[in-house]
């Protein structure tokens, strides 16, 4: 239920302050407010070996939220296949103008909910109580760099970001924190991805 009402919460979020306008001539341009403002790709992360999804500007230059679907294939994973349904939120620190590119450090964090043969939400009663967490919810934390390049001339693609992440689980993370066998540099992963404005 907790799950729910979060991604419920990010959607209603995403609806309310996701196309915010000032001026009247915007508006009549302005698309509604559900759809997308790109469309994402992203080659891991954290979030599935591959995944895609659509994202919406929240604020112009201040934060970004996105819904992806990412999966594992059998190859990668050497289990079933994984399947993950993530929201994903990005913050730029600042943006620097360099040229006709803008650069921005960003950061953020996502909320992942794998949906398979692999995860459960509620302990599975061959376990005792307490022996393990459940493990079908995880949360990611990452920064990285984003450069964004705007297409004046094209009609059918308005802009494209491409960023590098570095990021890492929050149950990697614990157990870097409390564990000795845990080195904190082996709980980093990186991804690369795009953003592509249509």
């Known amino acids: 239920m907790i799950i729910r009402l979060f991604f419920w919460g990010q959607l209603l979020i995403m609806s309310t302050y ?16 559900y759809i ?13 070996f591959l995944s ?3 994202g919406y500007e929240i604020f112009e230059n201040g934060w970004y939220s996105e819904l992806l679907f990412g999966f594992v294939p ?7 296949k994984i399947h993950l349904i993530t929201i ?11 040229g006709d590119f803008t650069l921005s450090p960003i950061y953020g964090f996502t909320a ?11 302990l599975p009663n061959k376990y005792p109580d307490g022996y393990y967490i459940t493990n079908a919810v995880h949360f990611t934390l990452f920064i990285g760099v984003s450069g964004h390049k705007n297409f004046v001339n094209l009609k059918t693609i308005k802009g494209i970001d491409l960023y590098f ?22 709980v980093f992963s990186s991804a690369i991805g795009v953003n592509i404005y249509l």
Not at 74 to 80: F, I, L, N, Q, Y
């Open 18 to 33: 996701g196309q915010i306008v000032t001026s009247t001539k915007l508006e009549q341009n302005k698309p509604a407010w």
């Open 36 to 48: 997308p403002d790109y469309a994402k790709m992203q080659f891991a992360g954290n979030i599935g």
């Open 52 to 54: 895609f999804g659509v």
């Open 74 to 80: 059998e190859s990668v994973s050497e289990v079933k």
């Open 88 to 98: 994903k939120n990005t913050f730029p620190f600042f943006t620097k103008e360099v």
């Open 112 to 122: 992942s909910l794998e949906t398979g043969n692999n995860s459960f939400l509620k």
């Open 165 to 186: 992440e570095l990021g890492t689980v929050e149950t990697y993370l614990w157990y870097a924190i409390t564990s000795k066998e845990v080195q904190l540099k082996d």
